[in-house]
């Protein structure tokens, strides 16, 4: 099993971020700017599809994915908690007020729920396959939430959990 550091937490978030991207880009819907980041992601460039995997937590527990206090200085896991974001245009009154047509609205949401989908089943595919190489320890998908519209943009961030091997010999 692997053990805990930044450089197998930014691996990580690499291997969702790629996953999802080549999944989305097979579907017909690309994201144009793909990384990954910490903490509150800026929606600075949806136009053409922004995919972010953002770490926003880093913690030690004892019954993962429950938070507990580790009774050792060490703990027994590593927990990083992740945001895979996808955020596209999406339909917005004009200048005048007036607001979208319905349609565009329809249309705008079943893209967002073909990218829901694909990114709750690719980021699950990519953690199975490091939890079966030993790259982690186990993993939880948590929710998804559907954000927006904010200034044109919108779509969904997925909140997933991580275990890793915190120390060896502790």
Known sequence: ???????????????????????????????NRVFVTQGEVAWDECDCGQLSVAVTRVTTTETFPAETQPRRPCGDIMMIELQVGIVRCVPSADVNGTAPPAGDLTAAA??????????????????????????IQDFFIGDQTSTGPLGGCGGSVLNVKVAFVHCMGC
């Open 1 to 31: 099993m692997t053990v805990f550091s930044g450089t197998l937490m930014l691996q990580v978030a690499n291997a969702i971020a790629t996953g999802c991207l080549a999944v989305l880009t097979m579907a017909g819907r690309p994201a």
């Open 110 to 135: 079943g893209i967002s729920f073909l990218d829901i989908y694909d990114i709750r089943a690719t980021t699950q595919d990519v953690l199975c396959t490091l939890v079966d190489t030993n790259v």
